[in-house]
Antibody, heavy 116, light 108 residues
Framework: EVQLVETGGGLIRPGGSLRLSCAVS????????MTWVRQAPGKGLEWVSV???????YYADSVKGRFTISKDNSKNILYLHMNSLRAEDTAVYYC??????????WGQGTMVSVSS | EIVMTQSPATLSVSPGERATLSCRAS??????LAWYQQKPGQAPRLLIY???TRATGIPARFSGSGSGTEFTLTISSLQSEDVAVYYC??????????FGQGTKVEIK
């Protein structure tokens, strides 16, 4: 059974840092593209970042230079390292698997609140 | 960046009736379009990819059509469990992947 479980969210002050984790079971992150998507309270879905199998990474303009996506293939975990957090980064963060270029399996999400 | 626009914002449909949701792209995305369902308090779920292919386990009452810039998601006979927000997403030109703003489907 495929499962993705995000952890690491919480309340953080503006300018702070946080690392989100996405623990995967049922498939290998090493052989799949993986992505992060976020959803601000009461808003729609916003793509954040993707990690390609070959090692290439891409970011939304809104987080470029502040967020870093990475993987630990031995632990089967996807990460999102978030620095210089802003109030507008407040959202539920979902990890998902990329298949046929769409996002076929999603985690339940972890809430990040940026506030002083 | 390709902008996705969904209409209507809210759709009220009687149980058993047809629901038709629209999605428009600011430029052609070929057939590289997906639909997601998000129920309250839950993560999104992939319904359809490549415009019209249902994901695993998705009931046959959900169907997708269109190409280029105009797409439609149809729920042939609305059930109470279909109450949700539905998002379209293009993956023809990425990054970034872009989503529509969503259509909320409710029971009339």
């Amino acid at each position: 059974e495929v499962q993705l479980v995000e952890t690491g969210g919480g309340l953080i002050r503006p300018g702070g840092s946080l690392r989100l984790s996405c623990a995967v079971s049922g498939f290998n992150v090493s052989s799949n593209y993986m992505t992060w998507v976020r959803q601000a309270p009461g808003k729609g879905l916003e793509w954040v970042s993707v990690f390609y199998v070959g090692g290439s990474t891409y970011y939304a303009d809104s987080v470029k230079g502040r967020f870093t996506i990475s993987k630990d293939n031995s632990k089967n975990i996807l990460y999102l390292h978030m620095n210089s957090l802003r109030a507008e980064d407040t959202a539920v963060y979902y990890c998902a698997r990329v298949e046929w270029d769409a996002f076929d399996f999603w985690g339940q999400g972890t809430m990040v609140s940026v506030s002083s | 960046e390709i902008v996705m626009t969904q209409s209507p914002a809210t759709l009220s449909v009687s149980p058993g009736e047809r629901a038709t949701l629209s999605c428009r792209a600011s430029q052609s995305v070929s057939s590289n379009l997906a639909w997601y369902q998000q129920k309250p308090g839950q993560a999104p779920r992939l319904l359809i990819y490549e415009t019209s292919t249902r994901a695993t386990g998705i009931p046959a009452r959900f169907s997708g059509s269109g190409s280029g810039t105009e797409f439609t998601l149809t729920i042939s006979s609305l059930q109470s469990e279909d109450v949700a927000v539905y998002y379209c997403q293009q993956y023809n030109n990425w990054p970034p992947w872009t989503f529509g703003q969503g259509t909320k489907v409710e029971i009339k």
